[in-house]
């Protein structure tokens, strides 16, 4: 099994709370950094998926945090698509540490919404990798 697709990211400070660690809100913006990194690897632009008449949708998000993150940590963000034969898919990602520690945990459930008819598209999968030019990466 291949190593799923990562970007590297640092904690900047303005990112963290009065505690002192990374604002949950932020877990959110690093995930969603992933997604697009990842839809860019694959050869989607933003462009493209508007062009094309449809835009990813977020339907549910579960974030479980499980260690801390402070300013200057630096840290992989993965990201992994499952794709079911329905309207819908699901997102897999992991926060990890440098030395491997996993800090969170992102499920998340998308779609593919048809920007006129304003309703999910049918297999999200499919048509998302007609819009790549490396589908493999999805």
Known sequence: ???PFSVPVTVRGYETDVQGHL?????????EH???????????????????GVGP?????????????LAGDEVDVTCGFEWGEGK????RQT??????????????????MDLK???LVANAGEVLKGLATDPSLL
Do not use: C, H, P
């Open 1 to 3: 099994m291949s190593e």
């Open 23 to 31: 604002n949950q809100s932020v877990y959110l913006n690093y995930a």
């Open 34 to 52: 992933a997604r697009w990194s990842l839809l860019d690897a694959a050869g989607i632009t933003q462009a493209a998926l508007i062009g094309s």
């Open 57 to 69: 949708v977020a339907l549910e998000t579960t974030i479980r945090y499980l260690r801390e993150l």
């Open 88 to 91: 819908t898919f699901r997102i």
């Open 95 to 112: 926060i990890r540490k440098k030395d491997g520690t996993v800090a969170a945990e992102i499920t998340a459930v998308g779609g593919l």
């Open 117 to 119: 008819a304003r309703r």
